[in-house]
């Protein structure tokens, strides 16, 4: 959003869960949940492990954006673009979109990149995503333009992506 898209974040499962003091033990909130008290809920838990892993910091982030998490699934906008960062999501943003009756049939391209759950990766794939977007704002003709594209940054990123196309 700071380099001027207008910009959405969802998330596609039944619950949010954000990491715990261990992997087998998550926090589970419900989507009704505000991210202030989820920051208030880990701060009363463990301040210091989750300043220590920047939940607090990105929670205090999000609630400056929204109010609380939206999932993907309730939302019936119109999106151009959609980017996913790990396929599991991808295969569930896909299927919802298959499964809504189609109305006006305008295209959404649904792109995965698959990026790792921690600090670096998710700054590292920020700005790849934004120089994909960039590349595809700038193009001609992106439904033509889109799939080679897409493998320029295969190559030059070193990572593989998805790509399909729903209709609304």
Do not use: W
Not at 59 to 66: F, H, S, T, V
Not at 77 to 92: A, G, H, K, N, S
């Amino acid at each position: 959003s700071k380099r001027g898209f207008s910009v959405r974040s969802f998330g596609t499962g039944t619950h949010v869960k954000l990491p715990g003091p261990a992997p087998d033990k998550p926090n589970v909130y419900d989507f009704k949940t505000t991210y202030d008290q989820m920051y208030n809920d880990l701060l009363r838990k463990d301040k210091e492990l989750y300043t220590q892993n920047g939940i607090l910091h990105m929670l205090d982030r999000n609630k400056r954006i929204k109010p609380r998490p939206e999932r993907f699934q309730n939302c019936k906008d119109v999106f151009d673009l959609i980017i996913t960062c790990e396929e599991r999501v991808y295969d569930q943003v896909v299927e919802d979109l298959n499964s809504r009756e189609q109305e006006t049939c305008q295209p959404v391209h649904v792109i995965n990149v698959d990026i790792q759950d921690n600090h670096e990766e998710a700054t590292l794939g920020a700005f790849l995503i934004c120089e994909l977007c960039q590349c595809i704002q700038h193009t001609e003709d992106m439904e033509n333009e889109i799939d080679e594209l897409l493998q320029e940054f295969e190559e030059k990123s070193g990572r593989t992506f998805l790509h399909t196309v729903c209709f609304y």
